[in-house]
């Protein structure tokens, strides 16, 4: 089974080699929202999806994320990532993902940033440096000579926030620079990591419940999209500051989630439900000190 899932992946390459590092969401909570989190940005998770973020967190947060993918234990997805912030008008950040099968194909990726406030309180800039390797040790099943077995690209982020009492906006572009990865030396074609310019909003009803959406706009997206501009939004309500329920939607995938907090430790599971290929299930666990 182990082997069937590994050529499949591999069968992909070079053509999709570069769907993880686009696709990955980072981050339990974030899952459950449906994805809408420029806007919301305020865990540890804050360096993959806005830099600015970890700028209006205060001191040490650390999160670590699994997911189960497909029904199939063969294939993973994980994210490590810590932030401090509130030091001096600033914050920064380190984020690690990776997915794929072990020993065969995997796809890692590097995001270190920070950022600091400007003019006031409330608004904030922040950028961020990604790293993208792409690794096939299994492919020398094949023994082609123009293999190169992993490629690396770097790309940047740059994304400003504005948080108010009960509600922000926020602005993202990511991947500046567009690298591109190969992992055939003979190849004229490569997977670009498409720029993508990402919009979002927030609100904060009666200090209980939070509604936010957001607007993608990648420089490219694969044949099959009906367009270019994509939509999320996501919703979460807490109860006694302790237990959170979530829920998302974008295009045509359904979120739902969890969390509960107990002083310094935070636990939240998302499910993301999609005709094809099937469903993910994610947790997370974050430690605020």
Known sequence: ???????????????????GFVHMEEGARATAMGGAFVAV????????WNPAGGVFSDGLKLTGMRTRLYAMSEVSEDCMAVSYGGLSRTGFGFGWTRSGVEDLYSENTFVVGGGRRLFSDNLALGSA??????????????????????????????????????????CVMRNIGEPELSLISTSEETDPI?????????????????????????????????????????????????FAL???????????????????????????SGRRPGNKYRLSVSLDF
């Open 246 to 272: 979530r829920t998302g939607l974008h295009r045509n995938t359904a979120t739902a989630g969890l969390g509960l907090t107990v002083d310094w430790l935070t636990i939240d599971a998302a499910m993301m």
């Open 129 to 170: 440096l990604r790293v993208y390797r792409v690794s096939a040790p299994g492919y020398d099943y094949y023994n082609d000579p123009n293999f190169k077995e992993s490629d690396t690209g770097y790309a940047l982020d740059v994304g400003f926030l504005y948080r108010s009492d009960n509600w922000s906006l926020g």
């Open 194 to 242: 498409y720029s993508e310019l990402r919009l979002g909003a927030s609100y904060t009803i009666r200090g209980v419940m939070l509604v936010s959406g957001e607007i993608r706009r990648p420089q490219d997206v694969p044949a099959y999209y009906d367009s270019k501009v994509s939509y999320y939004l996501g919703t979460e309500i807490w109860f006694f500051d302790v």
């Open 41 to 48: 940005a305020d865990d540890a998770t804050a360096i993959f």
């Open 1 to 19: 089974m182990r082997l069937a899932i590994g050529l499949a992946v591999l069968l992909l390459i070079p053509g999709t080699l570069c769907a």
